[in-house]
């Protein structure tokens, strides 16, 4: 067969993860296919160098930015515009055939004969079945090809700022003229469910071939237990629990210790905090009991999955051990305030409630502030807790 390849992007280390993930899930079902990911410049020398480990080619390319900040606040991800980068892939010219995936699917079973399907092929966009999505394609690299693309966004624009809405445009007669172009659903299967989505799930999930997490809930940014090694599965995840667990079992086994404390924050605000989660998440050890070192590690990462808003309302974060923690902080007795020579005749010096009300409120305060900042050793920098989200990025 002529020389095919996988082609993936990622444009920073938190979706690098994702990036090393798949690659794995690729080996793991045995691809004869190589392994190709696009970086931008954003991406850390120390995960660039992890990257090489895994994939046969580690493509730099420039960022191409929708920069549609119109369309791109309608779909609520406005760090989708990036996503135009994926054009790159057109660029990749030593391969006759390849297929796009996104760095956050996760390849379940062998699919190698995706690389006999024509340029463009891609399964339904579950939203909206008469566009393709764009996280799973097949296509024929050609510079005529990108530069006709990237000609026509500039033109266009794309519905959506971001990538799919150029490439459904583009390639706008997949609705309606090739049914052999329309890859069956379990090709690109979302893990995301709506209510109606459920029993389709359950009934096809054995056939399931890629799965993709499209939507801001990505297996990183789940809260994990390094001890167990089990991820929380948030409710509306329940259906796919396994594929999300098979992610991080995936994680644990191969990428785990490929990562380096090195991958820091990135110098870009907007990259920064899930940047920090590669270098976070290489101080982890797993399946061990968790020293004082690892529950502050946790705790932070815990902090800014919080803060994207996953919440992990089944374990640490449940009413229950929120409403427990509330208790405690209340039931601490105030410090007893220095006592007076008059003190000791004096009945009235039992704290007043407001006092009393003060300083709980002041310990609840202190408590909630202190982020914790693990002990490092002496020769490498500390990783900084996720700054507070106030950038553009809600994922
Ligand atoms: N991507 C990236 N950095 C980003 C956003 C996206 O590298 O900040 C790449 C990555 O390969 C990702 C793809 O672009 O899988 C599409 O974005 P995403 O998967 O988040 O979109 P969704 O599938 O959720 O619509
Ligand atoms: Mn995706």
Redesign the pocket.
């Known amino acids: 067969m002529s020389k095919c390849a996988w082609v ?5 280390d938190a ?1 690098s993860l ?2 090393m993930v798949l690659a794995h899930s690729l080996k793991r079902v045995g691809t004869v296919h190589d392994l190709v990911v696009m970086i ?1 410049p954003t991406v850390s020398e120390a995960m660039r160098s992890r990257l090489r480990e895994v994939f046969n080619l580690v493509q730099e390319v420039n960022v191409l930015d929708s920069k549609d900040a119109t369309n791109l606040a309608i779909l609520a ?1 406005p ?2 515009g ?2 135009f ?2 054009l790159h892939a057109w660029k990749l010219v030593q391969y006759e055939k390849c297929v796009f995936l ?4 996760l390849v379940i079973q062998n699919c190698d004969e995706l690389m006999e399907r024509e340029e463009l092929s891609a399964a339904p966009e579950v939203c909206w079945p008469d566009c393709f ?1 764009s ?1 799973v394609f097949v296509y024929r690299p050609n510079e005529a090809t990108f530069t006709s693309i990237i000609e026509f966004a500039a033109k266009n624009g794309s519905f959506d700022g ?3 809405g150029i490439l459904n445009s583009y390639f706008s007669q997949w609705a309606h003229t090739d049914i052999t172009k329309h890859l069956p659903y379990t090709y690109n299967t979302a893990a995301f469910a709506v209510y109606s989505y459920l029993p389709a799930f359950k009934e096809f999930k054995n056939k399931i071939k890629i799965l ?5 809930v ?1 297996p990183w940014l789940l809260n994990f237990n390094s001890e167990t090694k089990q991820a929380s599965i948030p409710p509306m995840f329940t259906h796919c629990g396994d594929f999300i667990q098979l992610w991080w079992n995936i994680f644990c086994d191969n990428v785990h210790q490929r990562l380096s404390d090195q991958m820091l924050p990135h110098a870009d605000y907007f990259l920064q905090e ?1 940047a920090g989660l590669a270098g976070a998440l290489a101080q982890v050890r797993l399946g061990e009991p968790r020293s004082s070192e690892q529950e502050a590690y946790e705790a932070s990462m815990r902090r800014q999955c919080w803060e994207s808003g996953n919440i992990d309302y089944t374990g640490k974060d449940s009413f229950d051990n929120i409403w427990k923690k509330i208790q405690e902080t209340l039931e601490m007795k105030p410090e007893a305030p220095a006592k007076s020579a008059d003190d000791d005749n004096d009945k009235s010096s039992v704290t007043p409630p407001e006092i009393e009300i003060k300083a709980t409120a002041q310990k609840l305060i202190a408590s909630n502030v202190t982020t914790p900042k693990p002990a490092r050793s002496t020769n490498k920098p500390t990783p900084q807790p996720p700054a507070r989200q106030k950038s553009k990025k809600s ?1």
């Open positions: 993936t992007l990622t444009t920073n979706y994702g990036a931008t991800r760090e989708l990036i996503t980068t994926k996104d760095s956050d699917t999505n996280g971001g990538d799919q993709h997490f499209a939507g801001k990505k899930e994922k």
